[in-house]
């Protein structure tokens, strides 16, 4: 699904136009907690409320639906009286559930229209109206070429369905229908990018209209959902009367139908590529968004999740070793899949060792079972950590004075021409020798003994050694693996990484050793970890979120769109690109914005077209200190170039300079690097 949605946006022209527009989310305060005002209101323009059961309603809507579900009600309570007295003529006992029914459609229905009745009484005021108002502030006043349609009121029962994932948002009484954005709502179809970005440039930048109040754009063609459905979603307070649906200019004023205040509804826009909505289609994209929905997580915790679920299949595919392994768990009939290397190891042993038990020791009760598995595990991890701390990939029988001796001895000795009753042991009996079946299991059991027995291991010994590589990968996928490393705050250095399965293993050992403050990666010519929209640059930071700085010289990245939100929330305080970025420097740019720790940037032999970026970033980064750029991307002329510390102001607006509103940021030229600090005020 998702690389059906990536190959068609590719064929796109005009995709920046689309992915430079921010999403905007005023649902929620500056403390980040979501506005309770951000809800549908009532009447009298205050938030919902919940109507009294049985009161007269004052949708047109819920009126005629009612009229249905209570004729369709009637029927039923005749069938089942029918189906009563059947049981009594047969002298059968009623079932349980028509002894106490939980909920009749009736009382269900009661709450439904109970809670949604003052919104559907303004929405159908107001429905045919907002469609005229919006055909012509798109179609006409824009002149924007596509094709609007407003769908039908949403069903109240759907309504009420989806507030239940809203129901515990607040404490005020205020019913969870209130929450729901979406009772009107209508899609803007387009056969281009840049009729969206133009439907964008209208709803946000060019003085929408009074009674049009923007609560939340979502912008899906800059942050993927789940599916990497491609859309821009907006949501509205519609200022208007509740009597006669008009549309207002402002709370305060009223209506001409003497209605003394006016109130809001809140509606949605979606705004879609034709092509994209009909492969959406297609590939029923909505069942999928529902399933994630209900997994009620953050979006990109949920994309990041889904990433590394399908890079880990991805890899067990492409390993005879760890497709054995899931064959072997899913042979015992437990379908619980594992999440990562570590617990496929973790899992395929224990199975090994349950046949083990139950084939040699059947007779035994439940709780001498467990122990026995516990000792035959806890003799294969001592073993396991020896020799591969030895660096030996086979080992002789225990000696006699071992408290495993007897455990080993009847495992192993039973073993004829290399079977074991263990299947991940090995015998080599014209050596009397043992290994495991595969290195990988020892190199597993190694930090399962490391891990549980908190023995602490040198993190960078280990990295430097090619022996540790595959154990490594293996140890990375277990999010406990830091616990076994001694705490370090060296510099880690690793240069000309040129293999995928090491760089890898270089964004996986980053994210567990959380110790290390300053990251090196020098001359790498392949910095690609998918890892979703946080590709390359964004990985490290969010994987480690304690690093302070971060050298990547020399190294090939490319950006073809703009980066998630992974820059603006890290730590960094120097981050330096000198000579790394082939392309798209300006979405490196723009993820750094805003962003509270970083002092010092590195941006020299990379181009920067943009003028007013340096000025920008001043006034939108409070901390940062001073910027080193290529002199040809400011637009200085040749002969500044070869005049070294020479001061000049720099090409951007006055207005955007943060320490002094009245100067631009001063800019050293020297040995064609501009130096770009801020100035200094005595």
Known sequence: MRSSHDKLYATFTSQWEVEKQASIDRTKGADGKLDAGVRQRGVDGQLLRTSEIGAPLLSKKLVQRSHLLEALVEKLNKQQQKEQKEQTDAQLPPEKSQLTPPLTQSSLWELIIAATDEMYSIAEKLHQKLEAEVRKLLCIDANIEGKLMFAPLKDPVRVFEKALDYWDRFSDGVPATACVMDIIRCRFLCRALEPIAEVAKVLIHDDPP??????????????????????????????????????????????????????????????????????????????????????????????????????????????????????????????????????????????????????????????????????????????????????????????????????????????????????????????????FTHLS???????????????????????????????????????TLNSALVPTHEPFVWRTIQQKHKVDLCYQLLRVNKDVKEISLVGCTYLGVDLGRSTHLVAIPRLNDQVECLLMRGNSLTFQSPLDSGLVDCKLKMLDLVASVSSGLEYIVEALRGNAHLQCLHLAANRVADAAIPASLFASNPSLLAMTLPIDSLGCQSQMKSSNHTQVGCHAPNSMSRRAPTLPPRLVLCDEIAVVVPWQHS
């Open 210 to 435: 009074p009674w049009l109040v923007l609560v939340r754009a979502k912008n899906k063609f800059r942050e993927l959902d789940s599916a990497h459905l491609r859309n821009i979603l907006f949501n509205f307070h519609v200022l208007c009367c509740a009597k006669c649906g008009c549309l207002a200019n402002s709370l305060l004023d009223p209506c001409q139908c003497a209605n003394p205040r006016p109130t809001s509804h809140l509606f949605e826009i979606q705004v879609h590529h034709q092509q994209i909505l009909e492969l959406s289609d297609e590939l029923h994209d909505h069942v999928y968004y529902e399933f994630f929905r209900s997994k009620n997580q953050k979006a990109d915790d949920l994309d990041f999740m889904i990433n590394k679920q399908m890079q880990f299949f991805a890899e067990i595919r492409s390993s005879p070793v760890l497709l054995s392994l899931l064959i072997l768990i899913l042979g015992q009939g437990d379908f619980k899949l594992p999440n990562s290397v570590y617990q496929l190891y973790e899992m395929a042993i224990n199975v090994s060792i349950t046949q083990f038990v139950e084939q040699r020791h059947h007779t035994l009760d439940d709780e001498a079972k467990k122990r026995l598995k516990r000792a035959v595990l806890r003799m294969a991890q001592k073993i396991g950590h020896r020799n591969h701390m030895a660096q030996k990939r086979a080992f002789e029988h225990l000696p006699p004075t071992d408290p495993d001796y007897g455990l080993w001895n009847e495992i192993c000795a039973t073993g004829v021409n290399g079977t074991s009753v263990l299947s991940f042991v090995k015998v080599i009996a014209q050596l009397e020798l043992y290994q």
């Open 441 to 479: 299991f020892q190199e597993f059991l190694f930090w399962k003994e490391a891990i549980e027995k908190r023995q602490p291991l040198n993190f960078h010994a280990m990295v430097q050694d090619v022996w540790n590589y595959n154990a490594l990968r293996i140890g990375v996928s277990n999010p």
